[in-house]
């Protein structure tokens, strides 16, 4: 049997494009460090690539890159990192968890998963935790709403009232189709209820939790003669708000079932999960579903009038809010809130039948929501071809294939490009994605199938504006991204002959490489006993000390730098180490300043939540940005995983020697 480094799982909450990207990215990292990695994908086919005990066994870490449950228990005792998948879609964004997988700390007993230093991570993180149950949720839900809404959507071929045997266009066929997308439809809620109780609670949890979806779509019944509760009687839904709290509800009521129930005989195991469990949770989720009923039923009705509330203000508002939303993260959190609530509002469209104000005002937003999702690919095709020659092959060839996956409703193709340049290319996204779904508004499109990008576009109403709408904005946004491209690519052919000095004393410099090194920490440049309240007090002394010690000549545009870097993703590592980095025009030259505080400096965001202790800050000039800076950055890195250099730079308070130490690793 194989065995591997690095063994990974990755998972989505769609399953189409992040769970893959993901398992990409983190081979290649993996084979730039030498490694063997194995990467198994929890997609919408299932788990493929599955890993085996023997291979979780012999592996010397773990990457678990999910926001979904991917049975991480497997691999308690591991040396683990654990984070959304939306980390891992850059090869040097996967390196970075492969570096923290291997500097973990394993348990083989697994019985000190819960230190005291951990509860700050845990804290931290419970966002995400919540996060993956309701995406484990979603995953499982969206695949009811698409076949639904499709085949729901396909019945309209034969006449918008074919499925009613009164009517003069009634098809028995298309009524038959109606009758099944429905089905699937009605599902969503109780899925999606269902499957966030059994990423919390396990399989357990699936009983409750579908008995609190279905209460969701029915709420209270109530006789209408003698207004009470009765079984017979009619209930108002409360949607999907409502299979979110009953699936969170139904999964924690079963851990604390297993609590109450933990002290029963091991050999009633058996009755516990055929018998105890399902009777007692689902008597207990049911009895506080139908209590909640009432305020649920009130929230829902909110939501939606809130909504339509925004289309009363006008196609640009709901549009603006619509598109930002789809274009901010690209299938991450925000994207799939505008996505599930336009799924929500379609499934109340479909319910309340063709015609009415609900069904028109729910499938124009569905339009919307989908042109926003279609654009940001088409975005990045634009660009490829007309600026072609401002982007690389890589980025040549992904830009031609987001032309099918942007036309299938496929927006995570433009993540890489966003990835690159944040900014500008995350407002030029969301640019476009808005003025699609205004323009979408403004047309009238209605679209009463959920999935499918331009596969759909017979059963779309309004459909040849729908594709002008999307088009326009894929143009306006590719025009804008092609300016940026070309802009950057201008700024760093000006920037290349100002290398050329940098690098042209290399002959001199082969004969005496240590004293070149030797020159980035200076022993006065090393400071060993300072106390500093924060971050931004410890970036701020560097700041100034580099323009006092002539590296640079404004120590505000110093400072400014080094936050922007922050901004991006903390420097903070991990074992008390930070490698901050200011990269300016300010600086003349490039140098690495140390401060150590033995207190520990809190508010820096490591990796493993500890205070920093060491900061070893690169100054680095505009014009070496990405030669000695990445050079620098990627010697020091390397060194921090070596845990001898750790200890001699953290024990030691001698400032030569610690100079001595970190000049050695940078020759």
Not at 568 to 578: D, L, N, R, V
Request: proline share 4%.
């Amino acid at each position: 049997m194989a065995k591997f480094d690095i063994i990974a799982a990755t998972g989505c909450p769609t399953g189409i494009a992040h769970t893959f990207m993901a398992k990409e990215a983190l081979e290649k990292a993996a084979a730039e460090r030498g490694l063997t990695i194995k990467v198994e994908t929890h997609g919408q086919v299932g788990v493929e690539n599955e890993l085996t005990k023997s291979e979780i066994a012999g592996a010397k870490a773990v990457v678990v890159a999910a926001d979904k449950d991917v049975q991480a228990e497997r691999f308690a005792g591991k040396p683990m990192v654990s984070v959304g998948v939306s980390k891992a879609l850059s090869v040097e964004a996967a390196g970075k968890l492969i570096d923290r997988a291997l500097a973990a700390k394993g348990d083989d007993t697994v019985a000190a998963a819960a230190d005291v230093e951990d509860e700050v991570e845990e804290k931290e993180s419970i966002g995400h935790v919540i996060y993956k149950h309701l995406m484990n949720g979603v995953s499982h839900m969206l695949v009811f709403v698409v076949a639904g809404g499709v085949l729901t959507a396909v019945s309209f071929l034969w006449g918008i009232t074919s499925f009613d045997s009164t009517a003069a266009d009634y098809n028995s066929f298309a009524a038959m189709l109606k009758i099944i997308g429905g089905i699937a439809m009605n599902l969503m809620v109780p899925v999606l209820s269902a499957y966030i109780a059994e990423s919390i609670g396990k399989r357990p949890a699936l009983v409750p939790g579908f008995v609190a979806g279905m209460i969701a779509i029915q709420g209270l019944p109530v006789n209408a003669d003698t207004g009470m509760i009765d079984a017979g009687g009619a209930g108002v839904g409360f949607g999907f708000l409502g299979g979110i709290v009953g699936g969170f509800l139904a999964g924690y009521v079963i851990l604390l079932l297993e609590k109450v129930f933990a002290g029963l005989p091991k050999n009633l195991d058996g009755l516990k999960a055929i018998f105890l469990y399902p009777l007692f949770s689902t008597a207990i989720v049911g009895l506080v579903m139908l209590g909640i009923s009432g305020p649920m039923a009130a929230i829902n009705t909110a939501m939606m009038d809130f909504l339509k509330g925004l289309s009363a203000s006008g196609a640009v508002v709901l549009g603006l809010a619509i598109g930002c939303m789809c274009a901010f993260d690209m299938g991450g959190p925000v994207n799939k809130a505008a996505y599930v609530t336009g799924t929500a509002m379609l499934t109340e469209a479909l319910a309340a039948g063709v015609g009415t104000e609900t069904y028109n005002f729910g499938t124009n937003f569905m339009a919307a929501v989908s042109a926003a999702c279609i654009v940001p690919p088409l975005i990045t095709t634009f660009a490829v071809v007309v600026g072609k020659k401002y982007f690389s092959q890589e980025d040549h060839d992904a830009g031609v294939v987001n032309l099918i996956l942007g036309c299938t409703h496929i927006t995570e193709g433009a993540i890489p490009f966003m990835t690159k340049n944040i900014w500008p290319v995350m407002p030029i996204m969301m640019l476009g994605s808005s003025i699609a779904s205004i323009l979408t508004i403004m047309f009238n499109v209605h679209d009463p199938a959920p999935h499918g990008g331009f596969l759909v576009l017979p059963v779309v109403e309004n459909g040849p504006l729908w594709v002008l709408a999307i088009l326009i904005g894929a143009v306006v946004g590719g025009i804008l991204f092609v300016a940026f491209k070309k802009y950057d690519f201008e700024k760093n052919q000006k920037a290349a002959p100002a290398d050329k000095p940098v690098d042209a004393p290399k002959a001199a410099a082969v004969e005496a490489p240590k004293a070149e090194a030797a020159d980035f920490v200076k022993v006065e440049n090393v400071f060993v006993a300072e106390d500093f309240a924060s971050r931004d007090e410890a970036l701020s002394f560097v700041s100034n000390q580099a323009v006092k010690a002539g590296i640079a000549g404004d120590a505000d545009a110093v400072m400014n730098a080094f936050l922007a870097r922050e901004a991006e993703g903390t420097t903070g590592m991990m074992e008390g180490f930070a490698i901050p980095h200011a990269k300016s025009d300010a600086i003349t030259e490039a140098a690495v300043i140390v401060v150590k505080d033995e207190s520990g400096v809190t508010g820096w965001d490591t990796m493993d939540g500890a205070p920093v202790n060491v900061a070893i800050a690169l100054l680095i000039p505009g014009a070496q940005a990405g030669t000695t800076h990445l050079k620098i950055l990627s010697k020091v890195a390397e060194a921090l995983m070596d845990q001898d250099f750790r200890a001699t730079v953290k024990g030691s308070t001698d400032a030569a020697e610690i100079a001595k130490t970190i000049n050695a690793r940078l020759i």
